[in-house]
């Protein structure tokens, strides 16, 4: 049996997990820094860094308690080196590295995104009972990542399409901070928008942009302008060159939003984006299934929208490991270490890191 301990620390969430085969969850451990985040509206990056630190080590020592494993039980430490925030990286990586040096255990560096992918083939309740089949087509959606991949076989992928801009998760955050929302922005615009009509306004979908490209700037552009007309209709100023999602939210000013509606008519527009590349690329591949992951993919509206409209079979990760998470990373690192793949105590963080 090949158990892999694996840590995530690539944002603002603290995690650590046992796997054994890239399957089977032992633990699954992770300190979330959400409340901590809250009041900023999105990710303060030193805070996150700050609070790993305090994380890392209780973290890891609950994943291998609840495992109910001993160090000379592990074959690998797994941990992220990228892509993600510099400094919450660092505290991840940095914990591996002693870990590994200290047992003299196996290396291994996991790129975050290849993780997401491979929380499609974790078995727990509410995922698949048999792995993926290749060819796949993969729609990676995160809060700092949107790209569409073709998976040939494990670890070898060809990309196909990325965001030119903003990503969906940035673009949901975005919007949700203007309509006073709240963070993170994917759930409180699914929740608004569950009481709203998705037809009430036209907003651009953008699918002229490269054959596989996505992009999200236009559609949030359309929101805020959209907000500030409202503004302007009920008497309240707007700046001669108008407000950026820079500036504080404009909606708790003592004007009346049609927030669900708003809310409803976004989402489906960057679903409806979403799942049309999504599509396309599924039928010019022939694609076997098509395999949605990151914190995006626990959106409802798109869960429904490409499993309707796909040709092929389309497997979500259940909810729970679609956000961050170590369970996902140890997937992804037992075909690493299957492959022969094996990294230095040299290791660095890569923020920009690439999955192709």
Wanted: charged share 20%; proline share 6%.
């Amino acid at each position: 049996m090949i158990d892999i301990l694996a840590i995530e620390s690539s944002c603002d969430e603290t995690a650590a997990a046992v796997i054994r085969e890239g399957r089977d969850i032992l633990s699954n451990v992770v300190a979330s820094q959400v409340e901590l985040h809250r009041k900023y509206g999105g990710v303060f990056p030193e805070a996150a860094s700050r609070q790993h630190i305090r994380d890392i080590a209780p973290t890891i020592r609950q994943a291998m308690e609840v495992a109910e494993r001993e160090w000379d039980d592990l074959a690998a430490i797994a941990v992220v080196n990228g892509p993600g925030l510099a400094g919450s990286l660092l505290v991840g990586v940095n914990a591996a590295k002693a870990l590994a040096a200290a047992r003299g255990l196996p290396l291994l560096g996991v790129n975050h995104m290849e993780g997401h992918i491979y929380a499609n083939w974790l078995a727990c309740d509410g995922g698949p009972d048999t792995p993926p089949p290749f060819p796949l087509v993969c729609l990676i959606v995160s809060g700092g990542h949107t790209d569409l991949v073709v998976m040939h076989e494990h670890l070898r992928y060809e990309r196909l399409g990325q965001t030119v801009d903003d990503a969906a998760g940035e673009a949901f955050d975005k919007v949700a901070r203007l309509l006073d929302l709240g963070y993170p922005g994917g759930p409180a615009i699914q929740r608004a928008a569950a009481e709203g009509d998705p037809q009430a306004y036209a907003f651009p979908r953008a699918l002229s942009v490269g054959p596989y490209d996505f992009s999200f700037s236009g559609l949030k552009t359309a929101v805020l302008r959209l907000v500030q007309d409202m503004r302007r209709e009920q008497g309240q100023e707007v700046e001669a060159h108008g407000q950026s999602f820079a500036d504080a939210s404009l909606a708790p000013t003592g004007i009346e939003l049609p927030v669900a509606d708003i809310a409803a008519s976004f989402q489906a527009a960057l679903v409806d984006a979403l799942v049309a590349k999504t599509v396309q690329a599924v039928e010019q591949f022939d694609a076997a299934e098509v395999l949605v992951a990151g914190g995006v993919a626990a959106n409802q509206l798109l869960r429904e929208t490409l499993a309707e409209r796909s040709p092929k079979p389309v497997r979500f990760p259940p909810i729970r490991y679609c956000t961050d998470n170590a369970a996902m990373i140890g997937a992804a690192a037992y075909y690493q270490y299957l492959d022969g793949y094996r990294s230095d105590l040299d290791l660095d963080v890569v923020p920009n890191l690439s999955i192709v």
